[in-house]
């Protein structure tokens, strides 16, 4: 094996293991030995948004097309990344156009076709979004995965009767997919579906307990050490209602609260008992889920954390409860 071929192999493989550091370490020897490789390029750009620089990483996809213009994988990354978090939507969908014309199979286009809904669905086109999700290969829908990207994305454009087909049969298909468990959750509570909602809700939750944590999960000190950095920074304005509050981190919400209507992928949970001081759970599998990657738990903590004092102590409602469906068809 030459030289770059090991630094690529190096850093893919601590990329995978969310070693963020070590990955662009390995893309920048890489870069030392052929900085005219657009997988070198490719490989910054996943190691540098997975450490939380997405405008940078955009920047290293974009250079790996420059060099390589049919680069498909990084026309896409850099997509996903102009969806979310960026929220570049018009430019993501020019780049899964441009993916679109070198896609090579079933497979491909149905990640363009996925990728340019979920920006859709981002800008509110529904129309649209209808019109793409349509495009996708039947025979991709398939695959449990492909039909669950699709039902959700269905979901979140407001189409419920498109959607129901395709989650129910993503969760036959992979029980162990939390996430089409979830959106099952999601689809009966906006059909007013109460115990529907709350069985789905639990499902949800074993299946989360029973999935790994992810390979850059802190240890409970050491995230411990990020959420009281967080509460130590809070707004005063804020703080002041939870000054003194018992503060607990546990991994996911209980069955308990999740049967009173607790979003069971909620990160933070503000309760009020009377005549006891506040309470304040923090959920650290989910914290980790919203977040995506260490460098961004704090700011993740910090926004959920704000929002729920803001809902339940200046609008007197939970941010942790139910979603409001009163927009879906």
């Known amino acids: 094996?030459?030289?770059l071929s090991a630094h690529l192999d190096r850093g893919w493989d601590l990329a995978q293991k969310g070693d963020a550091d070590g990955a662009v370490a390995c893309a920048k020897r890489a870069l030392e030995s052929d900085p005219e490789s657009p997988e070198v390029h490719n490989l910054l750009g996943y190691a540098t948004a997975l450490a939380g620089d997405a405008e940078e990483a955009v920047e290293h996809y974009r250079q790996a097309i420059a060099l390589d213009e049919n680069y498909f994988e990084a026309m896409l990354n850099a997509a996903e990344l102009l969806v979310s978090p960026l929220e570049e939507h018009d430019e993501a969908i020019a780049l899964v156009e441009e993916a679109l014309e070198v896609a090579e199979n079933p497979?491909?286009?149905?990640?363009?076709?996925?990728?340019?809904?979920?920006?859709?669905?981002?800008?509110?086109?529904r129309e649209e979004v209808a019109k793409v999700l349509r495009r996708i290969p039947k025979e991709a829908l398939e695959n449990a995965n492909y039909g669950f990207l699709a039902g959700r994305a269905w979901f979140e454009a407001g189409?419920?009767?498109e959607?129901?087909?395709?989650?129910?049969?993503?969760?036959t298909k992979d029980p162990a997919n939390g996430d089409a468990h979830y959106y099952i959750g999601m689809l009966a509570e906006a059909r007013g579906d109460t115990q529907?909602?709350?069985?789905?809700f639990l499902r949800t939750r074993?299946?989360?307990?029973?999935?790994?944590?992810?390979?850059?999960?802190?240890?409970?000190?050491?995230?411990?050490?990020?959420l009281r950095k967080v509460l130590e920074a809070l707004d005063p304005a804020?703080?002041?209602f939870i000054h003194g509050a018992e503060v607990y981190i546990v991994d996911l919400p209980g069955a308990e609260v999740i049967v009173d209507g607790v979003d069971p992928r909620a990160s933070v949970l503000v309760e009020t008992p009377?005549?006891?001081p506040v309470r304040l759970f923090v959920y650290q599998r989910n914290v980790e889920r919203a977040s995506g990657a260490l460098s961004a738990i704090e700011e993740e903590l910090a926004f959920t954390i704000e929002r729920e004092i803001t809902s339940v102590f200046v609008e007197g409602e939970p941010a942790s409860g139910p979603v409001d469906k009163s927009q879906l068809n």
């Open 196 to 200: 529907g909602a709350v069985e789905a």
């Open 107 to 125: 497979e491909e286009v149905t990640d363009c076709l996925l990728l340019k809904a979920d920006a859709l669905v981002a800008k509110g086109e």
């Open 206 to 226: 074993v299946v989360d307990l029973n999935t790994a944590a992810p390979p850059w999960a802190p240890l409970p000190d050491t995230f411990g050490n990020q």
């Open 274 to 276: 009377a005549e006891r």
């Open 1 to 3: 094996m030459d030289r």
């Open 163 to 171: 959607a129901a087909p395709l989650l129910e049969a993503a969760v």
């Open 159 to 161: 189409d419920l009767k």
């Open 238 to 240: 804020l703080a002041q």
